[in-house]
C-alpha cells in the first residue's frame, strides 16, 4: 500500500533536526494550503541544490505539504536511475520514491490518472547538480516533465530551497584536469565546460541555519494538440526552459530574503 506523507513525516522529522535548524517561508508559501486543496494532483519540480541537497529538501518537502493540508496525499518520485542499480541503495530508493529506476512517461502518466497517487516529484537538473554552485538552477536533465502536466492535465507546483548550498563546495576544474573531464560522459562534460566548476559533498560547515522555502503554481502553457505536431518537442523544450526560469527566479528571491551567512 503506497504512503502518505504524513506517514513519511517522522522520518522527514528526524532529518531535519538533524541537517537544518529553521525553516523559513518565502514568497507562496501563503497559498500551498488553498493550491493543495484546490489540486489533487500535482507535479512537483524542486531545485536540487548541491549533491547532498536534496536530502534536506525532500525532509522539508514532506514537513511542508503535511503541515499545509496535504498530509493524506500519496507522492512516488521520479530519480536517478543510477540509485536503483546499487545494491542496498535499490531498495532505499524505492522504498522513498515508492518507484522503480525505469518508470517512464507514459508509467508516470499512467500513474498520475489512474492509481492512488496524488503527487510527482523530480529534481530535473539530475547530475547535472555536480556542475554548480547549489544556487543557479543548472540545465534540465529533460523537459519531458512539461509532456507529463500536459497529458495528466495537472498543474506544476515549483517549489524552491535555498541554504541547502551550504551542503556543497564549488571547486574550480584547472585547465590540467581536462583529460580527466574528457573522460566523463557527453552531457556532464558540457556541463563542467559551461560552469567551470564542480561542487564536492561539504559536511563541515554544521547544520544548515535557515532553510528557505517558496513555491508558484504553474498552469501547462501547451495543450495537447501542441504534443502531436512536428514541433512538439522544440515546444516541449522551450516550456521546460521557461519553467527552469521562473524556478530560477524563485531561488534568487529565497537567496535575498533568507540570510544564511
Known amino acids: 500500500m503506497p504512503r502518505c506523507y504524513n506517514d513519511f513525516l517522522p522520518a522527514a522529522d528526524r532529518l531535519a533536526r538533524l541537517l537544518y535548524r529553521e525553516e523559513v517561508y518565502g514568497p507562496g508559501m501563503e497559498t500551498l494550503p488553498a493550491i493543495l486543496e484546490k489540486h489533487p494532483k500535482l507535479l512537483v519540480i524542486m531545485n536540487h541544490g548541491p549533491m547532498l541537497g536534496p536530502a534536506p529538501a525532500l525532509a522539508a518537502l514532506v514537513r511542508v505539504m503535511a503541515h499545509n493540508g496535504g498530509g493524506q ?52 537538473e539530475g547530475e547535472l547538480c555536480n556542475a554548480g554552485n547549489g544556487v543557479d538552477v543548472q540545465p534540465f536533465r529533460s523537459h519531458r516533465f512539461v509532456e507529463v502536466a500536459v497529458r495528466a492535465g495537472i498543474p506544476i507546483l515549483l517549489l524552491a530551497h535555498t541554504g541547502t548550498e551550504r551542503l556543497g563546495q564549488p571547486v574550480h576544474v584547472p585547465s590540467a584536469a581536462g583529460a580527466l573531464v574528457g573522460r566523463l560522459p557527453e552531457h556532464m562534460r558540457r556541463a563542467i565546460s559551461q560552469s567551470g566548476v564542480v561542487s564536492v559533498p561539504w559536511l563541515i560547515g554544521g547544520r544548515i541555519p535557515r532553510l528557505g522555502l517558496s513555491c508558484e503554481l504553474l498552469e501547462p502553457e501547451l495543450g495537447f494538440e501542441e504534443l502531436t505536431s512536428k514541433e512538439s518537442a522544440q515546444r516541449v523544450s522551450a516550456a521546460g526552459r521557461r519553467v527552469r526560469a521562473r524556478l530560477q527566479r524563485l531561488v534568487n528571491q529565497l537567496v535575498l530574503e533568507v540570510d544564511n551567512d
Open 73 to 124: 496525499r500519496v507522492p512516488f518520485g521520479v530519480a536517478w536511475r543510477g540509485f536503483y542499480q546499487v545494491p542496498g541503495l535499490s531498495q532505499l530508493a524505492s522504498r522513498f520514491t515508492q518507484a522503480s529506476g525505469d518508470l517512464g512517461v507514459d508509467e508516470v502518466v499512467e500513474r498520475l490518472t489512474s492509481g492512488p497517487f496524488n503527487d510527482c516529484g523530480l529534481m530535473p
